[in-house]
Each structure stands twice: as C-alpha cells, then as structure tokens.
C-alpha cells in the first residue's frame, strides 16, 4: 500500500495486530455509514455503532469526524493508486501495447467509482476540508506520474516536460468528466462516459502528433477517431 494508507490524526498509534484490526474495522465501518447514508451521517456515534463498538473504543484511535473523515479518505485515495500500479504492471508487461489506452484507463477508474459508493458520497458531499482538498491534489498528481508512466511504457511519448504537463491534463479532465457523470448516475452516466472517451482519445492523438508518433503505434491509437 502507499505511504497514503496510513490512518491520520489518530488519538493512540494501533501496535497490536488486533488493535491494528479493530482501527480498520473502525474504518471499515465508516466505509458502510458513507455508503448507506451519506458524508452527513459520518459522525463517532453513527460510527461506533456500526463498527460495534463503544464511542469511548472509537475515541482511543479516532478522536473526532473530521479524523474519521480522513482516515477513510486515506483508504480511497491508496486504492486508486494502487489501481494504477497495477495498470502501470499491465501496460509494461504489454509487448504489443493496449488498443485503446484512454478506454481502458476510464473504465478502470468508472469501475472503481461504481464499487466505492463510499468515496463517492465523500468527495461529492460537503466534508471537504482543506486537508482533504491537498490530498485529492496529491493523489491527482500520483495519478498524473502513473499517466506518464504508462504512456512511456506503450511507446506513445518521450520522458520529458510537455508529457508531464500533458498527462496532467489528462487526468484532470478525466476526474472532471467522471464526477459528472456519477453525480448524475450512481452507475455512471454512460453517453457522458463514452464522451469522455472520445474528448481524451482526441488529445491523446494530439500528444501523439507532438511526438510525431503517429497513429497506430504499436495498436495504441486505432479507435481514436471513434
């Protein structure tokens, strides 16, 4: 897991493996409460209530909402990179490279939107502190390095400045297209997603062009007129 997984601001560091496992259950609990009801139901009673345990446990490693809130987020935010590791792995181990690169990398983050309704009521409520908003920055700019990383591991670019800035981009449209299209649909407004798909295509076959690639190297963009 990523240096993100580690819980925030607790009360009282889990040495044990079984408070190691009570804090995750706590966490776990948490997840459930967002799902079901809401960022505005997240409060240490609600909690405790659905971890089974007692608020004063809760208050031993989570000493308030907003650490609650945190360390959830700490959990959603490693899974997404730990998402594009695993993609990262795939697009090296690739010897003919992807056939659509931008749709394979949107519907692993649109599955990931749909398994976690959790992170979804989260980062569309209104609990997002400050804390919060750096970190969404810091996993966006996580993202935007595995971006890069597997653009260069398809053969599409060279490492330098612009594919930086260009994958960036990417992964900020990207995150923009998809909370629209699950803010309308829990599943995902599928024309929204598709549209996504092709805006992306389109710029990844402009970046292309910037590296005089060209179209239809190593299959990378041949659905990118679609």
């Known amino acids: ?63 308030d909402k907003g650490a609650i809130v945190e360390a959830v987020a700490g959990r959603y935010l490693a899974e997404f990179e730990e998402l594009m590791a695993a993609l990262e792995r795939d697009a090296a181990a690739a010897p003919g490279g992807w056939e659509d690169p931008v749709g394979r990398l949107i519907d692993a983050f649109s599955g990931r939107y749909r398994e976690r309704p959790g992170y979804r009521a989260l980062w569309f409520g209104r609990d997002l502190t400050e804390e919060l908003r750096a970190a969404d920055r810091e996993n966006k700019a996580a993202l935007a390095a595995g971006v890069k990383r597997i653009v260069l591991a398809l053969g599409i670019a060279r490492d330098d400045e612009y594919l930086g800035v260009a994958s960036r981009a990417g992964v900020l449209i990207t995150d923009s297209l998809l909370q629209e299209a699950f803010r309308s649909d829990p599943s995902g407004d599928p024309a929204l997603i598709e549209e996504a798909k092709r805006i992306l295509r389109l710029y990844l076959a402009e970046v292309e062009r910037q590296y005089g690639v060209g179209h239809g190297a190593g299959g990378v963009t041949r659905r990118s007129a679609a």
Not at 31 to 40: I, P, T
């Open 1 to 63: 897991m990523s240096e993100r997984g580690h819980i925030p601001r607790l009360r009282r560091v889990p040495v044990q493996a079984r408070s190691r496992a009570r804090v995750q259950r706590l966490i776990d609990a948490a997840d459930e409460v967002l799902a079901s009801d809401g960022a505005e139901a997240l409060t240490t009673t609600r909690v405790a209530e659905a971890a089974g345990v007692s608020v004063g446990s809760l208050y031993q490693y989570l000493p």
